[in-house]
Every structure is written in structure tokens, then in C-alpha cells.
T-cell receptor, first 115, second 114 residues
Framework: AQSVTQLGSHVSVSEGALVLLRCNYS??????LFWYVQYPNQGLQLLLK??????LVKGINGFEAEFKKSETSFHLTKPSAHMSDAAEYFC?????????????FGKGITLSVRP | SQTIHQWPATLVQPVGSPLSLECTVE??????LYWYRQAAGRGLQLLFY??????ISSEVPQNLSASRPQDRQFILSSKKLLLSDSGFYLC?????????????FGEGSRLTVL
């Protein structure tokens, strides 16, 4: 069974600082990995996804993530935080069962950005 | 383009009352449909998913049920709500032909059971 671990529940950075949100996964098959962002009282929006092409994946809003098989990690980064980045971030792994693939989500990390 | 609608956006219900949350997808046919529940600090829990009309799979035993009366309509129901049913409910869909599992989410429905 697939699983995702997001260490910590809250990260706080200053505006303009590096954003690093960690995600480690467990999967019995080559994984598909995702990062989603959720703003208060809204649904989840896809930031980026890894589907076994390039290991460095670029997403929306200046975010990127690197797939490292040896470390079973898929950490999310952004060079310079903006106030609008304050949100909750979820890492997810797909179980890849073909047409009925399902995502397993981590518990999420809340990102705060200080002025 | 595809869109997904959920309603109501907010709901306050007494314990023991019934529940019906609706989700409709537009702009696609034969989507896979999902209901997730989000509780504070616990991430997203998959409740039900459906690969076609009348086909429902339940992931966890609970006080809720789901139905898919039409290709692009997914309904979450309960006959008698419990306090523990409070949470943020998210409907999502995926493209059957997309084997990655990528999900597209609705705006969510916040349920408070008092």
C-alpha cells in the first residue's frame, strides 16, 4: 500500500525566503507523485505532478519539486516566498491501478508567510 | 473546459437529521468520481469512489452512503447525522484514460453537525 509522510504540520517563513516543504513516500510500484495547494475554505488545486519523465518538475506559481528515488522523497521548493503562498499544501501518491488509480494524501502542511 | 460544482457550500445540521451533498461535473463524460472528507490535522480521507453509474466503492465503514444516479452526478448522503460527521467534504473527478490518478477538486462543502 502507498503512503505519504509530511513531517510537521506548520512551516513559517519570511517573505522573500526559501520555501521548503518535505514529502516522503512509500510505494510498491514506481510512483506518480503530486503536490496540491488549498486556500482557506476552497478545494485543492494541482501545483505540479511527477509522472516518471524529468525528475525536476516545475509547477505553477514558481514552485518546483524534485523526485529522488534513493531518498523516496518529493520535496516542494520555491526560491522566494510571497504573501499569497500562505496556504495548506498536500503531497499525494497514486496507487496506479490503471483506470481506477486513487490518490493517497499526506496530512498536509500549513505554510505561513511573515511580512 | 471541464468544471465541477458542489452544493451546498455550507451546511449546519442537527444530530440525527439527514444529509444530501451533491456534486456535478460538466464538460466531460464517464469520469471517475470521488468523495473525500477533510478533518483538521488529518489530511484527506477517501470515502467513496465511482467508475460508472450505479457503481460505488466504499473505502471505510461509516454512517454515510453515496450514489451515482447519472454519469456526471455524485451524491453523498446520510439518514442520521452524527457529531463525528462534521468536516469539509470534497468531491473530485479524474479522467478514466489518465492512469496517473490526477484529481480535479470541487470547492468543497463544510458540514457542521450540532
Amino acid at each position: 500500500a502507498q503512503s505519504v509522510t509530511q513531517l510537521g504540520s506548520h512551516v513559517s517563513v519570511s517573505e522573500g525566503a526559501l520555501v521548503l516543504l518535505r514529502c516522503n513516500y512509500s510505494s510498491s510500484v514506481p510512483p506518480y507523485l503530486f503536490w496540491y495547494v488549498q486556500y482557506p475554505n476552497q478545494g485543492l488545486q494541482l501545483l505540479l505532478k511527477y509522472t516518471s519523465a524529468a525528475t525536476l518538475v516545475k509547477g505553477i506559481n514558481g514552485f518546483e519539486a524534485e523526485f529522488k528515488k534513493s531518498e523516496t522523497s518529493f520535496h516542494l521548493t520555491k526560491p522566494s516566498a510571497h504573501m499569497s503562498d500562505a496556504a495548506e499544501y498536500f503531497c499525494a501518491v497514486s496507487d496506479f491501478t490503471g483506470a481506477n488509480s486513487k490518490l493517497t494524501f499526506g496530512k498536509g502542511i500549513t505554510l505561513s508567510v511573515r511580512p | 473546459s471541464q468544471t465541477i460544482h458542489q452544493w451546498p457550500a455550507t451546511l449546519v445540521q442537527p444530530v440525527g437529521s439527514p444529509l444530501s451533498l451533491e456534486c456535478t461535473v460538466e464538460g466531460t463524460s464517464n469520469p471517475n468520481l470521488y468523495w473525500y472528507r477533510q478533518a483538521a490535522g488529518r489530511g484527506l480521507q477517501l470515502l467513496f469512489y465511482s467508475v460508472g453509474i450505479g457503481q460505488i466503492s466504499s473505502e471505510v465503514p461509516q454512517n454515510l452512503s453515496a450514489s451515482r444516479p447519472q454519469d456526471r452526478q455524485f451524491i453523498l448522503s446520510s439518514k442520521k447525522l452524527l457529531l463525528s460527521d462534521s468536516g469539509f467534504y470534497l468531491c473530485a473527478w479524474s479522467v478514466e484514460e489518465d492512469n496517473t490518478g490526477e484529481l480535479f477538486f470541487g470547492e468543497g462543502s463544510r458540514l457542521t453537525v450540532l
